[in-house]
């Protein structure tokens, strides 16, 4: 397992360009940590879409990725960051992309598959600074 700080997550938010985000949405529940972290290091506004496949121990709970509570957010005209802990098959980014059809969204992933990666060279599980 990889260890990951946030000193060394902030590190790289600065070293990669991210265009001008107006608002960032973190995949709950494993990309709301990263997605606030985020958020903060753009100074922009967050919300939260409420999606899920794995439990805890990354064990699928679904068949598929499932919208647990559809947004309702007024999305007209915002630059988006979509932002999640990991994407490795990019089931769950997808379906997220799929609320979002139609509205300007970049993604991010802390590692796995994203248009912005930030750990691209990393494979293992990681241990997140904001996991105990």
């Not at 997550?9 to 949405?25: G, H, Q, W």
């Not at 290091?41 to 559809?70: C, F, G, I, S, W």
């Not at 139609?102 to 997140?128: H, Q, R, S």
Request: charged residues 25%; positive net charge; contains cysteine.
């Amino acid at each position: 397992m990889v260890p990951l700080s946030f000193k060394q997550i902030s590190e790289r938010l600065k070293n990669i360009e991210i265009p001008e985000i107006d608002l960032v949405i973190g995949i709950g529940t494993g990309g709301i940590p990263p997605a606030t972290f985020v958020a903060f290091y753009l100074n922009a506004d967050l919300q939260v879409m409420t999606l899920n496949y794995r439990d805890e121990k990354n064990n699928p709970l679904y068949e598929a990725p499932k919208v647990l509570q559809k947004p309702e957010w007024n999305l007209q005209g915002k630059r988006i960051l979509l932002v999640d802990d990991v994407s490795v098959t990019g089931k769950t980014m997808n379906k997220a992309l799929e609320q979002l059809k139609g509205y300007n969204v970049t993604t991010l992933a802390m590692k796995g598959k994203a248009d912005i990666v930030l750990f691209p060279e990393i494979k293992e599980c990681v241990k997140w600074p904001w996991k105990p």
